[in-house]
């Protein structure tokens, strides 16, 4: 898996948003959040979509909101080939940031291998579970 986040592995279905707000789970890793579903996408190749959203309410400016979803997405390009490699089910990804102070790339990045070795872990019991 290469460190890429093409257009092919954003998440842009309003369909699979809403199925995914209403059916999926959630994980914490403050100030993250993870809502994940489990889907068939049409493209075997992609093993998750994944799209990122920054709370209006805690950062009025839209530039403020633009440079958290950066680093959102740039910590994620960096550690999915990590975290996703071993996995055969596709799913599709929100990552919520929930805080309300602005984050350095260096927390948002500790907090998203938090948070996906919650959701590993929580898939792991499921499957034994």
């Known amino acids: 898996m290469n460190f890429t986040y093409g ?3 954003k998440l842009k279905s309003k369909k699979l948003i809403e199925q995914l707000f209403s ?3 959630s994980i914490s890793a ?8 489990e889907t068939n ?3 075997d190749s992609i093993v998750a979509k ?3 959203s920054v709370s ?3 950062f009025k ?3 403020d909101r633009n440079r958290i979803k950066r680093l959102m997405r740039e910590a994620y390009r960096l550690n999915k080939a990590t975290y996703f490699n071993n996995i055969t089910t596709q799913y599709a990804f929100m990552i919520l ?9 260096i927390e948002v990045e500790k907090r998203m291998h938090k948070l996906f070795t919650k959701f590993l872990n929580k898939i792991e019991d499921e499957k034994i579970g």
């Open 23 to 25: 059916e999926g789970q």
């Open 61 to 63: 400016t839209a530039v």
């Open 97 to 105: 940031y929930i805080g309300k102070e602005k984050p350095t790339f």
């Open 50 to 52: 994944t799209g990122v």
């Open 30 to 37: 403050f100030p993250l959040r993870l809502v994940f579903l």
């Open 7 to 9: 257009k092919k592995e």
């Open 56 to 58: 209006k309410r805690h």
């Open 41 to 43: 996408l049409e493209d």
